[in-house]
């Protein structure tokens, strides 16, 4: 029987775990057992299918242009089935935490947002899931209450991330930190003219990422960014990119961080850039839903094991990529970080 000293170490530790000041990782339970191993899942571009009924005065925008690509391709790329092969996997390997990196709708249609919530509290507790919006899901103009607002719970700081950072009055960046982890989401998600699917974070965003990243920084954290357009410059097209990569990119390398994580390209990628506080490695993951036999590649999600190696960090990549049988099986596996 466990006397009361055990039990209310249990209850400290339940409290801790619960306002995010420690991992939840298997070995964090037991001091004694090192290194702590923090997972991290990270899927992106899910482009939730099936659209729900649209109503004809909703495509007199740039909405129109997109109902039409959808029913004459994407709806056969992005398919619901691949979707919850991966989301099935995913929640099965357990990761300590998930990251949604954008592009969770079609049109940004505000009856696509409910359905989106849904699949998200599917995934997980918000204190277990982060999400961040894409392009896809700002595609015009529309009071938050319409939109991400059916997100908010999984949009939050939490605790220890506040007290380190406070979430900024736009709601973006926020911070949750886990242990010696830090998630520093971002918006790049503006709305933009037809035939454009670019992005833009905007200075006042990007000087709270840069004092962001130095207080994180100073607490010797491992900084995981969340960014939906790849943030480095050359990384898309004028029509697709990140409008403002140049300047994101210099805080990046100015303020550092460990780790970079986005989606929009819908292709696997991976790139280091050197920071004042060693390498950030940039990494692309394609879209959680594309179909098998659609577009290479096929559905994938990424996942992260984060452990501290001395004074540095020790990061390996495993890729679980969806097959035309059905399954889900390791596509890759990569050591990003060994210092
Ligand atoms: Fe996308
Ligand atoms: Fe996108």
Redesign the pocket.
Known sequence: MPDRRDMSLDLFAHRLLARGLICTTQSARNANEAPVVFTLAHL??I?LSPLPKVKSHQLLSKRFLGYVNWHHGRKFVHRRDVLDLLSRDVKERKPDHIAVT??LTNLGLPQEFPPTAAWLRGLGKPDTVTVIP???DAYVRLHPDKTTAHWRPFMEENAAGQALHPQSAGGFPFVRRFGDIALVALSSAVPTAPFV?AGWLGSEQRQALAQCLDKLGQEGLFRIVLIHHPPLPGQASWRRALRDATDVRDVLREHGAELVLH??N?EQSVHELETVSGPAIVVGVP?ASEAVDGRIPAARYNEYAIERAGNGWHVEMTGRAATAGGQVRDCEKRQLRRR
Do not use: E
């Open positions: 992106s571009d482009h954008g592009d894409g392009n896809h699917a989606g929009h819908h879209s």
